[in-house]
Nanobody
Framework: QVQLVESGGGLVQAGGSLRLSCAAS????????MGWFRQAPGKERKFVGA????????YYADSVKGRFTISRDNAKNTVYLQMNSLKPEDTAVYYC???????????????????WGQGTQVTVSS
C-alpha cells in the first residue's frame, strides 16, 4: 500500500509560480513511477507529467511543457511539481499518482496508476 498526500496548492496570479509536493508512505517509493494529473471544473482528469522511479526520465503534456518541471527525492519519499508562468487555464485540482513498475519507465495513462492522492486545488487568477 502507498498513501499519497499532496500539498502546496493555492491561489496565485497569472505569471506566478507554485510548487506542489506529494509525500508518499511506504518503503518502496523508489519502485514507483510517479505522475501528476489535473482536473478542471466540469472537465475530465488529464495527464500533466510523469517521472520514472530513478528520476532519470520525465515526460510532460504539451500544454505544460517548458513551464512545469517534475522532480523527486527518493530519500524523502516525495515528488514535486514546479509550476512556472502559470496561466488561468492551469486552474484545476492537481493529483499525484503512483505506478508500480519493474522497469525505470514512464506511465502516462490513468489506468497505469495504482494509487492516487486526494488532490490539491490550484487557482490562477487573471
Amino acid at each position: 500500500q502507498v498513501q499519497l498526500v499532496e500539498s502546496g496548492g493555492g491561489l496565485v496570479q497569472a505569471g506566478g509560480s507554485l510548487r506542489l509536493s506529494c509525500a508518499a508512505s511506504g518503503r518502496t517509493f523508489s519502485s514507483y513511477a510517479m505522475g501528476w494529473f489535473r482536473q478542471a471544473p466540469g472537465k475530465e482528469r488529464k495527464f500533466v507529467g510523469a517521472i520514472s522511479w530513478s528520476g532519470g526520465s520525465t515526460y510532460y503534456a504539451d500544454s505544460v511543457k517548458g513551464r512545469f518541471t517534475i522532480s523527486r527525492d527518493n530519500a524523502k519519499n516525495t515528488v514535486y511539481l514546479q509550476m512556472n508562468s502559470l496561466k488561468p487555464e492551469d486552474t484545476a485540482v492537481y493529483y499525484c499518482a503512483a505506478s508500480y513498475s519493474l522497469y525505470d519507465s514512464i506511465a502516462t495513462m490513468e489506468n497505469e496508476y495504482d494509487y492516487w492522492g486526494q488532490g490539491t486545488q490550484v487557482t490562477v487568477s487573471s
